[in-house]
C-alpha cells in the first residue's frame, strides 16, 4: 500500500468544511451536490456496484422558515434509524475487520466485534444496506488501520479480537503499515467511498445513531443571508443547527445547506463557531485563503463579537473575569480564583437592560427548556463584547454568577443548585474545605452531575453583531431581531 493517505489530509479539511473525498452518489440531486470525486486509498479497485442507492434527501424545495421546530420522526429524516431516546447516548459500533460486519451490526444493533479473515473484502457490496451508504454520505464511518485500546467497559471478546490483530508478528507482515509507528497507525480517517477495501484486521468506528439536526430541512436558508462577498458569507445561523457539522454528521450542517441554497459549486468553509443552541452572525468562507486570513484575525484578536443574553437576574455592567477548566468536554467549569492551568476568559458586559419574560407562546413556538426556573415578571437583555472566545464561555459565566441564560438547560440546572446549596460549587465562593485529593474529586463530580443535558433547542443568546478590519476596510455586520422579541403568530 502507498504510504501516502489522500484521506488523511481530507479528514483536516473535512473538519473546516472543505469536501475532501466523496463518493459520487447521487449524482444529480439538489439536496445532495457532490463536491470532488471519490478517492481511494491506494487499495484494489472494485468493480462499480450493480446499481445506485436511493437519494439521500427530498429533492424538493425548502420549507419556509418557521419557529418551530421539526418533530424528530419527521419524514425527511427516515433514510437513517431514528435517533436514541432522550435518555440513551448516541451508539457507536466498532468492528475490527471487513465493512459488511459494520452493515449488520447497523441492521441488528448489536455490538459485535469479530475478524475478516480474508485479506481484502470490498466496504459495500452489490447486497449492500442502503443504512450503511447513508452512514458513510453523512461521515458516521471511520476506520483506522491498527485498532486502539479497547475501554475498559468493553467484552473479554472485544480484548480477545484486539490482543490477537495487534501482535508484533501480525502487524510485521502488514504492509499497509510498514513504516508507520503504532500511534500513527492507529490514527483514524472518516470512511468517504462505499467502494473503498479494507485489509483484514482494520477497525472500523460506525456511529449507528449519529446526532441529527432535522432543523437544517425547515429553514429558508437564502433568507438567512446576511451578505454575500466575493470571498465570505455572512450567515444569521438559527438555533438547532450546527454550524459545519458534527463528528458523526457532516452533511445537516449550516456550511452545507447554505452552500446549496446559493447554488455555489464549492461548499463554504467554516472560520469559526457558535454553539448549537445558539442563533446569530456565522462569517462562512469561500476560499482556503480567505479562512486562512480569518483565522489570522481572529489570533490577533482583530475581530470583535457582540453577544445579546437573555438572563434570569440583573448583571452589572463592566468586565467578568473567570478561569475555565482545561477540559475539553462540557459542562464547562470555571472558577473566580486563579488556578494553575486553567484558561483565562473574560467578558464585558456594556449593557443590561429590563425586559419582558418571554411569554408562553413565545416559549411554546420555539421549545424553550424551562428547566423548571419559575416564570418571572421580566427578563435581563444583556449587550456583551466576548473578549477571549471559549466554548460555552458566555453560558459558563452568566450561571457562574447567578444570572444564567434562558433555556440553557446545561447550566442553568447547575445555578439553581448552587442557590439551593451554595457549597456544591467547589470552585465557588462558598466552596467547602476538603481534608484530601479523594474528596476534592468527588465534589467537582457531584457539581459536574448538578449540570443538565446540551439545549436541543433555542436559548437566550444570539450573536448579535460581527466586525472586522482587513485591508484598510472596515466590515461589520448585524444579525436579524433575536427570537425573544419575534411575535410568534406573523
Same mark, same amino acid.
Not at 430541512?217 to 450546527?242: H, N
Given at each position: 500500500q502507498n504510504r501516502t493517505n489522500p484521506c488523511s489530509s481530507s479528514r483536516r479539511r473535512r473538519r473546516r468544511g472543505t469536501p475532501g473525498c466523496r463518493s459520487q452518489w447521487p449524482p444529480s440531486s439538489p439536496y445532495v451536490r457532490s463536491y470532488g470525486t471519490a478517492t481511494s486509498v491506494a487499495l484494489p479497485s472494485s /468493480?462499480? %456496484?450493480?446499481?445506485?442507492?436511493?437519494?439521500?434527501?427530498?429533492?424538493?424545495?425548502?420549507?419556509?422558515?418557521?419557529?418551530?421546530?421539526?418533530?424528530?420522526?419527521?419524514?425527511?429524516?427516515?433514510?437513517?434509524?431514528?435517533?436514541?431516546?432522550?435518555?440513551?447516548?448516541?451508539?457507536?459500533?466498532?468492528?475490527?475487520?471487513?465493512?459488511?460486519?459494520?452493515?449488520?451490526?447497523?441492521?441488528?444493533?448489536?455490538?459485535?466485534?469479530?475478524?475478516?479473515?480474508?485479506?481484502?473484502?470490498?466496504?459495500?457490496?452489490?447486497?449492500?444496506?442502503?443504512?450503511?451508504?447513508?452512514?458513510?454520505?453523512?461521515?458516521?464511518?471511520?476506520?483506522?488501520?491498527?485498532?486502539?485500546?479497547?475501554? %475498559?467497559?468493553?467484552? %473479554?471478546?472485544?480484548?480477545?479480537?484486539?490482543?490477537?490483530?495487534?501482535?508484533?508478528?501480525?502487524?510485521?507482515?502488514?504492509?499497509?503499515?510498514?513504516?508507520?509507528t503504532v500511534r500513527e497507525a492507529q490514527k483514524t480517517f472518516r470512511v468517504t467511498d462505499p467502494n473503498q477495501r479494507l485489509e483484514a484486521g482494520t477497525y472500523l468506528r460506525v456511529h449507528v445513531? %449519529?446526532?441529527?439536526? /432535522?432543523?437544517?430541512?425547515?429553514?429558508?436558508?437564502?433568507?438567512?443571508?446576511?451578505?454575500?462577498?466575493?470571498?465570505?458569507?455572512?450567515?444569521?445561523? /438559527?438555533?438547532?443547527?450546527?454550524?459545519?457539522?458534527?463528528?458523526?454528521?457532516?452533511?445537516?450542517?449550516?456550511?452545507?445547506?447554505?452552500?446549496?441554497?446559493?447554488?455555489?459549486?464549492?461548499?463554504?468553509?467554516?472560520?469559526?463557531?457558535?454553539?448549537?443552541?445558539?442563533?446569530?452572525?456565522?462569517?462562512?468562507?469561500?476560499?482556503?485563503?480567505?479562512?486562512?486570513?480569518?483565522?489570522?484575525?481572529?489570533?490577533?484578536?482583530?475581530?470583535?463579537?457582540?453577544y445579546l443574553a437573555l438572563t434570569t437576574a440583573p448583571v452589572s455592567t463592566g468586565t467578568i473575569t473567570h478561569y475555565m477548566r482545561p477540559v475539553n468536554r462540557a459542562p464547562r467549569l470555571v472558577s473566580e480564583d486563579c488556578i494553575e492551568r486553567w484558561h483565562l476568559c473574560q467578558m464585558e458586559v456594556l449593557d443590561c437592560s429590563k425586559v419582558p419574560w418571554p411569554s408562553s407562546s413565545i416559549r411554546k413556538a420555539y421549545n424553550v427548556n424551562g428547566c423548571g426556573w419559575p416564570q418571572q415578571e421580566a427578563a435581563y437583555e444583556c449587550k456583551i463584547n466576548l473578549l477571549t472566545g471559549k466554548t460555552h464561555q458566555?453560558?459558563?459565566?452568566?450561571?457562574?454568577?447567578?444570572?444564567?441564560?434562558?433555556?440553557?438547560?446545561?447550566?442553568?440546572?447547575?445555578?439553581?443548585?448552587?442557590?439551593?446549596?451554595?457549597?456544591?460549587?467547589?470552585?465557588?465562593?462558598?466552596?467547602?474545605?476538603?481534608?484530601?485529593?479523594?474528596?476534592?474529586?468527588?465534589?467537582?463530580?457531584?457539581?459536574?452531575?448538578s449540570h443538565g443535558k446540551e439545549p436541543k433547542s433555542v436559548i437566550g443568546l444570539q450573536a448579535s453583531e460581527i466586525s472586522w478590519d482587513h485591508e484598510g476596510k472596515h466590515h461589520s455586520y448585524k444579525a436579524g431581531v433575536p427570537w425573544w422579541w419575534q411575535d410568534p403568530d406573523s
Open positions: /468493480p462499480a %456496484p450493480a446499481a445506485s442507492p436511493p437519494p439521500l434527501l427530498s429533492s424538493h424545495a425548502a420549507a419556509p422558515y418557521s419557529p418551530v421546530p421539526l418533530p424528530l420522526t419527521s419524514p425527511r429524516c427516515q433514510p437513517l434509524p431514528p435517533p436514541p431516546p432522550p435518555h440513551q447516548p448516541h451508539r457507536t459500533q466498532c468492528t475490527i475487520g471487513f465493512c459488511r460486519a459494520p452493515c449488520r451490526t447497523t441492521l441488528r444493533e448489536s455490538s459485535t466485534s469479530w475478524l475478516g479473515r480474508t485479506r481484502w473484502q470490498p466496504i459495500s457490496s452489490p447486497g449492500r444496506s442502503a443504512c450503511l451508504l447513508y452512514l458513510i454520505e453523512f461521515g458516521a464511518v471511520y476506520y483506522a488501520l491498527v485498532a486502539p485500546q479497547p475501554p %475498559p467497559y468493553a467484552s %473479554p471478546e472485544h480484548f480477545r479480537l484486539f490482543r490477537e490483530v495487534t501482535e508484533p508478528s501480525v502487524l510485521r507482515r502488514r504492509a499497509s503499515i510498514k513504516g508507520k445513531h %449519529p446526532k441529527r439536526f /432535522p432543523r437544517c430541512y425547515q429553514i429558508d436558508w437564502k433568507s438567512r443571508v446576511i451578505a454575500v462577498a466575493d470571498e465570505y458569507v455572512v450567515l444569521d445561523k /438559527p438555533a438547532a443547527t450546527s454550524v459545519g457539522g458534527a463528528t458523526d454528521n457532516i452533511e445537516e450542517s449550516c456550511a452545507v445547506f447554505t452552500s446549496r441554497a446559493l447554488g455555489l459549486e464549492t461548499p463554504l468553509l467554516t472560520t469559526h463557531q457558535i454553539d448549537n443552541c445558539s442563533e446569530g452572525c456565522v462569517v462562512l468562507s469561500k476560499t482556503k485563503e480567505f479562512c486562512s486570513v480569518f483565522h489570522g484575525l481572529i489570533r490577533e484578536k482583530q475581530v470583535k463579537k457582540l458566555i453560558r459558563a459565566q452568566l450561571a457562574a454568577i447567578g444570572a444564567p441564560i434562558i433555556g440553557d438547560s446545561a447550566y442553568m440546572t447547575a445555578a439553581m443548585a448552587a442557590m439551593a446549596n451554595p457549597s456544591i460549587n467547589p470552585f465557588g465562593r462558598e466552596r467547602l474545605s476538603y481534608n484530601s485529593e479523594e474528596e476534592k474529586e468527588a465534589a467537582v463530580e457531584a457539581w459536574i452531575a
